[in-house]
């Protein structure tokens, strides 16, 4: 008997995610829901870890297969697909925080705890390599806030900087500055230990980072 020339396909549910892609860019839809099954969760999950809002996260894990679909030719066959996915979705998490400073959102806060937190969650949901893009992010977020023109900041020392050139030179009193600072420092002493407070209530109470 001869062999069969054109043996059946795989089961969609047992090719790995590189061979499910792959069939994605040749226009398998069958191949395309398996992997939004396989990822959506994943997806959403590091997205809200990144956002702290699970509504915008839902929203943007749509997105993300958006451009999958959409980008389906420009995957390269052999690379990890989980790296490339989540990849699209810190881009996509990117811009998402740079509205936050255009005023079309605001971000929720946490403390040096949740912060830790966050980390390990990402490292568990998507490993290593997404780390460093989640260290970008958290970067980009202290950069902007340390020029704020706020006390104890470099950005509340450039207010004072400013307000003396208003003044033709005229300095301000070293020690009303430095008692500016002080409040400042203390404020946000205050405000950092707070938010670790809620954050250790929520680990001990076994909760993740973003529910």
């Not at 699209?88 to 946490?110: M, V």
């Not at 997404?130 to 970008?136: D, I, K, Q, Y």
């Not at 008692?179 to 230990?193: D, E, K, P």
Request: charged share 20%.
């Amino acid at each position: 008997m001869a062999p069969d020339r054109n043996p059946p396909l795989p089961q969609i549910v047992s090719l790995s995610d590189e061979d499910l892609m792959a069939r994605v860019a040749e226009d398998d839809e069958r191949a395309f829901t398996e992997l939004v099954g396989r990822f959506q969760g994943r997806v959403t999950n590091l997205v809200s870890r990144v956002l702290n809002d699970r509504n915008a996260s839902d929203d943007l894990a749509q997105e993300v297969f958006v451009r999958v679909f959409v980008h389906r030719r420009n995957y390269r066959r052999g690379s990890k697909f989980s790296t490339w996915i989540f990849t699209i979705a810190a881009n996509l998490a990117k811009n998402e925080i740079r509205t936050w400073f255009a005023g079309r959102a605001a971000p929720q806060f946490s403390g040096p705890v949740g912060i830790a937190q966050a980390t390990g969650e990402v490292v568990d949901e998507a490993g290593w390599v997404m780390l460093l893009s989640f260290a970008a992010l958290l970067s980009i977020n202290l950069a902007i806030l340390n020029i704020l023109p706020l006390p104890m900041l470099d950005g509340g020392r450039m207010f004072f900087v400013f307000i003396e050139i208003l003044r033709r030179g005229k300095r301000i009193s070293p020690q009303r500055e430095g008692l500016v600072h002080l409040v400042g420092f203390v404020a946000m002493l205050g405000l950092v230990v707070l938010l670790s407070f809620f954050d250790v209530q929520r680990i001990i109470s076994g909760e993740q980072f973003f529910r």
